[in-house]
């Protein structure tokens, strides 16, 4: 399969290319030519499937003529060693709990899978050794060191601004060891993600370093993420609950929402989306005006969705040949700001029982807000409320830590202090 650039000026690439580069050449992102259509006997027994033979039915659609079967099945299955519940909140409101990875967010299934096909091709078709250069203010980081943590032929480099990471998040990218660097940059994320570019674009270090980005446009982490649309599907169907079922994703760069977007293409029986933002609202206004304005992000509660330009909005237009009025009748819009993020976190804890993370929150605020009595809502439940202790805690009080998480917290920091100045950091990687 090819993929093209939604520019349209580069040339196509194979899926090897495509993985590697991460940015097509003219800037743009890379989407499938074909989104094969599932056949309607798949939906009809889904309820019946395991969440591993439901994944490896949509990663065939994508993967399967790139990838030997015998490898995509190890690779999705390897992918997926952890369970995606689906848990029953209130009336007719369930959470797809997407945090039972090793760094309990749901940016594990995108990370583990990318680094599982990288691995592939290096071993399979001579690929020379990559090096991952990633810029996190912290689930990024930590999702990424994790997948692929022990990859062979690859080496991951972690850049993180110094003092300005939770030490929740912080030990998980830093404590790994192997084949896993953590860069501590005296600076602010944005200087992080400075140096990753700057780096990318060096003459010098691209001669002597295979560069590549795990961040979340390279194809290999945004389209496995369309897996748990399907099993969400069909643990509904096991309950009888498989009409008129609405999804709603919490959003930030929008990779998340348009993973299940590819899915409504394949068949997968949704009737509608709903994208919920934090006061970070560029997509929600653009529903309403049909005006796409890019603007620096604030900071929220829910900071994995601090995004001021989502970069997949370029992938929503482009499934949605650039029409407002298409996009419309399948996703709509909310936007909360940090006090109803926190209400609802009370609200759901004291009242059902159940404790939400704060990008979950605005999720539930939305199905609570927007669905119909006849629907069933859906909402992902994107980081484990642990990961986000500070900001819990004052709300509902004292919270457990999971055992994987505690177990992140004994190990001991190893990190690289850099000055954020480029020559430091290319004569660092030069030195390598
Ligand atoms: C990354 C992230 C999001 C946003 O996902 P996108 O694919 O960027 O829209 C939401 N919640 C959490 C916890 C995240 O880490």
Request: proline share 5%; net charge negative; aromatic share 12%.
């Amino acid at each position: 399969m090819k993929y093209y650039s939604t520019n349209k000026q580069a040339q196509e690439a194979t899926l090897q290319e495509a993985v590697v580069k991460g940015l097509a050449g003219d800037k743009g992102l890379y989407m499938p030519e074909r989104i094969k259509q599932l056949p309607d006997s798949f939906f009809e027994n889904i309820k019946d499937l395991s969440f591993q033979e439901i994944a490896l039915e949509v990663a065939k659609a994508f993967f399967g003529e790139d990838v030997e079967a015998d490898a995509l099945k190890q690779i999705v299955y390897d992918t997926l060693a952890f369970d995606v519940p689906l848990v029953h909140v209130n009336d007719n409101i369930y959470s797809l709990e997407l945090f039972h990875g090793p760094t309990l967010a749901f940016k594990d299934v995108g990370a583990r899978f990318m680094s599982r096909l990288l691995g592939y091709f290096i071993k399979k078709q001579g690929q020379d050794k990559v090096n991952v250069l990633v810029a996190t203010s912290g689930d990024t980081g930590s999702a990424v060191a994790n997948g692929f943590l022990g990859v062979p032929g690859i080496h991951v480099y972690v850049l993180y601004p110094k003092g300005k990471v939770s030490p929740i998040q912080e030990c998980q990218f830093t404590t790994l060891g192997q084949n896993i660097t953590a860069l501590e940059i005296d600076g602010v994320f944005d200087d992080c993600q400075a140096l990753v570019k700057s780096a990318f674009m060096d003459a010098d270090l691209n001669k002597y370093m295979n560069l590549t980005s795990a961040n979340s446009i390279n194809v290999a982490r945004f389209l496995p993420q369309a897996f748990y649309y399907f099993y969400a599907y069909a643990q509904l169907q096991k309950l009888g609950l498989d009409k008129n079922v609405v999804i709603c994703v919490p959003s930030g760069n929008f990779g998340n929402i348009t993973a299940g977007l590819f899915g409504k293409r394949m068949g997968l029986p949704i009737s509608r989306f709903i994208a919920a933002n934090n006061r970070n609202d560029i997509f929600f206004k653009y529903l309403q005006t049909g005006e796409y304005n890019p603007r620096p992000s604030v900071q929220t509660i829910a900071n994995a969705m601090d995004v001021g330009a989502p970069s997949n909005f370029a992938r929503i237009l482009d499934l949605y040949g650039n029409s407002h009025a298409d996009i419309c009748k399948e996703i709509s819009g909310c936007t909360y700001d940090d006090d109803q993020i926190r209400a609802a976190i009370k609200k759901v804890k004291d009242q059902y029982g159940y404790l939400l993370d704060p990008h979950g929150a605005v999720g539930y605020n939305a199905l609570a807000d927007m669905l119909k009595p006849n629907e069933v809502g859906v909402f992902l439940e994107t980081a484990h409320p642990a990961k986000f202790k500070d900001t819990v805690e004052p709300i509902v009080g004292p919270i457990s830590i999971p055992e994987k998480l505690q177990a992140f917290m004994r190990g001991t920091k190893q990190s690289i202090e850099l000055p954020k100045d480029f020559d430091s950091f290319k004569k660092y990687l030069l030195s390598e």
